[in-house]
T-cell receptor, first 114, second 113 residues
Framework: AQTVTQSQPEMSVQEAETVTLSCTYD???????LFWYKQPPSRQMILVIR??????QNATENRFSVNFQKAAKSFSLKISDSQLGDTAMYFC???????????FGQGTTLQVKP | DAGVIQSPRHEVTEMGQEVTLRCKPI?????LFWYRQTMMRGLELLIY????????DSGMPEDRFSAKMPNASFSTLKIQPSEPRDSAVYFC???????????FGQGTRLTVV
């Protein structure tokens, strides 16, 4: 069975600084996808970034980038130039390519301070 | 596209009553997921469908929970009878060809009193 672990329940960062959120996963699959989702106080789940496991290049979306270490089964999210609007809970998620099943980690609450 | 549409946004019901949550996935998506979010347990996958067929319902907590997908554009999650511990936010999400990005609805906040 696949598992996703986020070991940081809460984090904080000063506005304009950089922060990294950690995620590890466990799977025996070779074909899979990894995601980071953001859930602001509005509770809407918003896709931030996606990584295909077969791609070695780390995904980047504007201020958001990932550090994907396949052998270590690690998938961290880096937020550069943090903004107040980045305050939210962030979820790491694993998607198995064969089954389509999506499993989420426990979430990390990020507070961006002015 | 309007995105995933869930109804109602909020539901307050009395213990023992039947509750039905509704979801309209994004047109063309072939996977549909039902999740439950609570403070204690986080985001749990309850059940998911592929092409309207339930694939994995191992996350459904009890027989009081049931889900259907009669066609590609509609799914329901029913709780009968409801209990206070069912109080949570229930999300529906859909994706295309599985394990691509899932797009979520706004969620239904269910309160059972």
């Amino acid at each position: 069975a696949q598992t996703v672990t986020q070991s940081q329940p809460e984090m904080s960062v000063q506005e304009a600084e950089t922060v990294t959120l950690s995620c590890t996963y466990d799977t025996s699959e070779n074909n899979y996808y990894l995601f980071w989702y953001k859930q602001p106080p509005s509770r809407q789940m918003i896709l931030v970034i996606r990584q295909e496991a077969y791609k070695q290049q780390n995904a980047t979306e504007n201020r958001f980038s990932v550090n994907f270490q396949k052998a270590a089964k690690s998938f961290s999210l880096k937020i550069s130039d943090s903004q107040l609007g980045d305050t939210a809970m962030y979820f790491c998620a694993f998607g198995a390519g064969n089954t389509g099943k999506l499993i989420f980690g426990q979430g990390t609450t990020l507070q961006v301070k002015p | 596209d309007a995105g995933v549409i869930q109804s109602p946004r909020h539901e307050v019901t009395e213990m023992g009553q039947e509750v039905t949550l509704r979801c309209k996935p994004i047109s063309g998506h072939d996977y549909l997921f039902w999740y439950r979010q609570t403070m204690m347990r986080g985001l749990e996958l309850l059940i998911y469908f592929n092409n309207n067929v339930p694939i994995d319902d191992s996350g459904m907590p009890e027989d009081r929970f049931s889900a259907k997908m009669p066609n590609a554009s509609f799914s329901t999650l029913k709780i009968q009878p409801s209990e206070p511990r069912d109080s949570a936010v229930y999300f529906c999400a859909s994706s295309l060809r599985g394990a691509r990005a899932a797009f979520f609805g706004q969620g239904t906040r269910l309160t059972v009193v």
